[in-house]
């Protein structure tokens, strides 16, 4: 097993040569399997003498690669929905088989069937760096949703293609100096000070003439550690969340004065729908990007009462007043006034195709993709592999004090900094990474809901020996995207937790490394189609 690479299945050796393939991958070769330890070898070695490699294959295949598997063991059945009752189904799942009834299930699975005996069902976590295949769906879902409140189509009407949309970043204020930059252009950090050797207060100087690599371990970090406010800083990580939440309701206030209608009646004129997604900056810092669209009074895709220009003015007016006064964290009593940073971007989402520009039109889809990029990602994200960023272990250690100041300020009695603690690890931000309004599009939940039937779709025409070229595009859509209440069937499980993750080091080895194949080859096949358009 040697350290080259593989390509995706179907794509044949000889196609690299001619420019038309996968290049770099052929069809006989490896997986990267450089970094297997010995008892991972030992452990892919015992698949192959055991004749369990192939069991091992379809798992990993089923679960795309998890890198964190849960394992179950356990079964399920599934009955005619018309002949059992919701009542007597949660009867059965109460009481068991044994003291309820509900007749002959029309089909059934037991891990006993499953290929290595055991049901194994993927993590389903979407931080990159913990599972990186589990992962990339999440974005891919996330896209899907995304991109439904853009252009349409999963159960959105095509008409929200003409509402007027905005692309905002908000980001977080400064907190008492500068802090060391990368620019990718290879420009210095901060040559510029208003005094040439000038220095703060306590005898650092206020420029930087050095150029910093972007894993230098000092980007990020404030140019004095003794005149940045820490405390501050995280306080206002803290209740970003809130101040987001403040704004969309600041900003429904705004559209309704200048509509000229009460707030209470905004909803039978207009409606703001929303999606963002937060992003680490090196500094430790969350900045949100967010896709906002104005529908008019029929729900997504009506005509809207005002064009995306006049949607953007009074975005940034709301976001320059809106602010949240934070409760004190220690005995000394100071509430800080919160408010987004003065680095504030609104940009009108337009036609076209973007150039290295930066001040082009925005396309819908590479909006969807840039927030789906994001949403996968975490504090990991700016972390270094070799090295630590001594700002982000500041900010970490700012979180336990005060967590202990503010316990001791409160006694532990409706204490809003309680959790900070537990939180540390994400440097006090506590808000969801990605989030939408009700109505901006259809749910992640029912995306995952879709998937789940469609393998399920897939199952039962193997089985029956049956083909889904049938089913046109948008019956297989309207199938697999239904309301519960619209199930045909009812699918009634008894699983018990085994445990978490795959079994020896040389199972993990192996999925990580084809995860790693199937990405690089997405990432190839987009490259591709790009480079064609």
């Not at 405390?231 to 206030?253: G, M, S």
Request: proline share 5%.
């Amino acid at each position: 097993m040697t350290s080259t690479t593989a390509d995706a299945p179907g794509i044949h050796s000889d196609a690299s040569s001619s420019g038309s393939g996968f290049p770099g991958f052929g069809e006989d070769a490896p997986l990267d399997l450089s970094g297997l330890t010995p008892a991972g070898f030992q452990a892919v070695t015992s698949r192959l003498l055991d004749k369990t490699f192939d069991a091992f294959a379809e798992t990993a295949a089923a679960v795309k690669n998890c890198a964190h598997p849960i394992r179950l063991t356990g079964r399920s059945r599934t009955f005619e929905r018309s002949e059992v009752s919701e009542l007597r189904a949660a009867l059965y799942k109460t009481y068991g088989p044994g003291q309820v009834a509900l007749g002959e299930p029309v089909g059934s699975f037991s891990s006993d069937e499953a290929p290595l005996g055991v049901l194994y069902r993927p993590c389903g976590n979407r931080r990159a760096d913990v599972c990186p295949s589990c992962s990339r769906t999440y974005a891919r879902d996330t896209f899907a949703m995304i991109d439904a409140g853009l252009s349409g189509g999963k159960t959105v009407s095509a008409t929200v293609a003409d509402n007027p949309l905005l692309f905002a970043t908000l980001t977080a204020p400064s907190f008492g100096t500068h802090v060391h930059r990368h620019d990718n252009a290879g420009k210095r950090c901060r040559p510029r000070a208003r005094d040439k050797g000038a220095r703060c207060p306590h005898g650092r100087p206020i420029s930087c003439h050095k150029v910093h690599s972007a894993t230098d371990a000092v980007v990020g970090a404030p140019f004095c550690p003794d005149c940045h406010d820490w405390t501050t800083a995280i306080v206002w990580q803290w209740w970003a969340p809130e101040l987001w939440r403040r704004t969309t309701i600041e900003l429904k206030r705004a559209l309704a004065k200048k509509l000229d209608v009460p707030e209470s009646r905004l909803g039978k004129v207009a409606s703001v729908q929303f999606v963002k997604v937060a992003e680490y900056q090196t500094r430790g810092l969350v900045h949100f990007h967010a896709l906002l669209r104005l529908d008019g009074n029929d729900g997504p895709g009506s005509p809207a009462p005002l064009d995306g220009i006049d949607l953007a003015q009074l975005l940034a007016e709301t976001i320059a007043k809106v602010t949240f006064e934070a409760p004190p964290v220690d005995h000394t009593g100071v509430t800080r006034v919160l408010s987004w940073g003065s680095q504030v971007d609104i940009r009108v989402v337009r036609d076209g195709d973007r150039t290295d520009d930066p001040d082009a039109a925005l396309t819908p889809g590479q909006v969807a993709g840039y927030l789906a990029k994001y949403a996968s990602k975490d504090v990991s994200s700016i972390r270094l592999e070799d090295t630590t960023r001594p700002h982000l272990a500041r900010l970490t250690s700012t979180c336990h004090d005060i967590f202990e100041t503010s316990d001791a300020l409160y006694g532990g009695q409706d204490n809003p900094y309680e959790l900070i603690k537990k939180w540390a690890h994400m440097l006090g931000f506590r808000g969801h990474f990605s989030t939408k309004s009700r109505r901006y599009s259809i749910t992640l939940g029912r995306l995952r809901r879709a998937r789940a039937r469609y393998q399920q779709l897939v199952t039962d025409a193997r089985r029956n020996g049956e083909s889904l070229e049938a089913i046109s595009t948008a019956e297989l859509e309207a199938r697999l995207l239904a309301e519960d209440d619209e199930e045909t069937t009812l699918v009634i499980g008894e699983w018990a937790y085994q445990g978490s993750g795959w079994t020896n080091a040389g199972d993990e080895a192996l999925a990580l490394a084809a995860a790693a194949r199937a990405r690089e080859y997405d990432q190839w096949k987009a490259q591709t189609k790009n480079a064609n358009r």
